[in-house]
């Protein structure tokens, strides 16, 4: 079992940024990578940005290239997402997950994820 927090939404206005953080425990050992998703009021769960347990690969949605980073701190066993010049449109609940197995070209994918952390309220006002 693997146990995902994350940390860091709150309200801020248009412009803005926000650090979010999603910490870890349990049976970590041998995840592939970790992502972020994100799910406004009556859309589905969408990709945000994902990173390999090494670091060494990252990958972003379009709406999040250029604004977002993606990092990690495995002596932590946390995850980060660097949040600036947000926007109205990015109001949603960030959500952080766990794959044990998927391959990096599936990380966009909310089914390849095996955890998933409960969720974190980001509202940007205009």
């Known amino acids: 079992q693997v146990q995902l927090v994350e940390s860091g939404g709150g309200l801020v206005q248009a412009g803005d940024s926000l650090r979010l953080s999603c910490a870890a425990s349990?049976?970590?050992?041998?995840?592939?990578?970790m992502g972020w998703f994100r799910q406004a009021p009556g859309k589905e769960r969408e990709f945000v940005a994902a990173?390999?347990?090494?670091?060494?690969?990252?990958v972003y949605a379009d709406s999040a290239k250029g604004r977002f980073t993606i990092s990690r701190d495995n002596t932590k066993n946390t995850v980060y997402l660097q949040m600036n010049s947000l926007r109205p449109e990015d109001t949603a609940v960030y959500s952080c997950?766990?794959?044990?197995?998927?391959?990096?070209?599936?990380?966009?994918?909310?089914?390849?994820?095996?955890?998933w952390g409960q969720g974190t309220q980001v509202t940007v006002s205009s």
């Open positions: 990173i390999s347990w090494s670091g060494g690969r990252t």
């Open positions: 349990g049976r970590t050992f041998g995840s592939v990578a």
């Open positions: 997950a766990v794959t044990f197995r998927a391959a990096g070209s599936s990380w966009y994918r909310v089914d390849a994820y095996d955890y």
